[in-house]
């Protein structure tokens, strides 16, 4: 397949691999800080600007943040709310929005983007990039295009396997992933047949529950080594707390930060503020405690706090709450805590072994397992044929948690020989391994202004 230059004279190419929210918000930075700047966005995606989370058509899939806070432009905070005015579906920005809107919202901007003639979306899967004397080259299945610069928004990996699902993969009731298009369409079963489990207990269990719960009558059993689910977002406007981090940059400790948390949450308690607050408070800081927790402090955060820190951090919009609420009381949804060792086929369903917290394995017959447990972080195990292609390459490097790549503040992505790459970038879900919180909209669109700004600064100095 032949190369396919994008530039004109004086342009300068960006190649943003995958066009979900991350490749989206890239791309809109980008041609928004210099007239000079295209970009090709590059997905095989169907309906490109969706990505993993937007794609969803079920109405009661909603986002986890409030409109108000999930514009595509920084200095435009209402532009999501006002667009919904402008369909004739208005919301307030203290709202829970279905996904699906919000990823309709994402497609209209990129739109518009594609409009001006700067942006191109190339339905093609990059499977490698390679240096070349004048910038990169960025092999897809369509053809090679050449790039000043490369931005990888890989975003969501499927899950990490669990045990049974390498020989068991392909039977009807072991859905490994239950994002793959039509995953679900044979778990559904009627009543009183056996209930479907699910792994996990995070997020991905209460989307999966809510599509299930709403196709057919059959029971769901969640089940996770600690049992716990999302906490519920308050309605009506968020309340606010400046919650106090320690300032300087002195190394703190995970057990320094859990206990600044209780004592602001205690204050903000004492004043009337609800614990929420408190969390959302930290946000902003979060990227700079993240920094100062040295490596040994990071895996001590990720082995003892981090389901906490999630399940707190990633609340449930008050509506599905309630609905979740409403399963569990007509006994239709049952969290346990335990951890499913083993599955094996019986009948048209199957067995799930679950390890109790006595240490016990039990065994229940189930209609399906499902695979609840999140996105994989480790860009590693296994690679896609792009990460493992530049792998090879010596271009990238897990970080040392394996939560994503080894990147530079700026988001350079830092190759074997322990280098930041001048022209390969990474953005959003990637950059977890040294940001922590890396993966909802309020973060990837500043990564993304802050990336378009640099990348047209270096554009600049090379021109
Ligand atoms: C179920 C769910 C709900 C969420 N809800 C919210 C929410 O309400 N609010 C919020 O702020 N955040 C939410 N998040 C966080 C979410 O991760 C981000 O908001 C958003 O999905 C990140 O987009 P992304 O582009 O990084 O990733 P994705 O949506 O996963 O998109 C990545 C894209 O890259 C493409 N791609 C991957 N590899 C290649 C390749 N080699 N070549 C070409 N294309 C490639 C894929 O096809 C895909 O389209 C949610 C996440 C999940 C999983």
Redesign the pocket.
Known sequence: MGEADCSRPGEHVVVV?????????SAVSLVRASERCRVVL????ER?G???????THPG?????RAG??SALAERPDHFVDWTAAQGHAVGSAD?VS?GV?GDYLAAVLARVVETGRVQVRR????DVEEAADGLRVH??TGVVAAGAVV??????PPVHLPWEIDQGGQSWCVPDP?APGALAGVAVAEPGPPVVLVGTG??AV?VALSLASDAGHGIVAVSRRGLLPATHLTGPEAVWPTTVPAGDTELTTGGLLRLLRSEVAEAAEAGVDWRAVIDGVRPAVRGLWARLPEGERRRFLRHVARFWDVHR?RM?PQVAARVEGLRAAGRLVVRRGRPVDAVPDGLGCRVGLRGVDGRVSWMRAAAVVNCT??RADVARPP????GALLHRGLLRPDPLRLGLDVSAAGEVIGRDGRPHPRLFA????RKGRLWES??????RQQAADLAELLVAASRARA
């Open positions: 691999v995958g066009a979900g929210a991350a490749g989206v918000l590059v997905d095989p995606a490109p969706r990505g993993l989370a937007y794609g969803t899939h909603l986002l986890n943040v806070r999930m829970f996904r919000y093609a899967y990059a499977v897809t299945t990888l928004a890989l975003g969501n990996r994002w997020l991905t989307d990633h919009a999140g996105p896609g044929p792009l990460v953005l959003g879900a990637l993966t909802a909209i309020p973060e990837i």
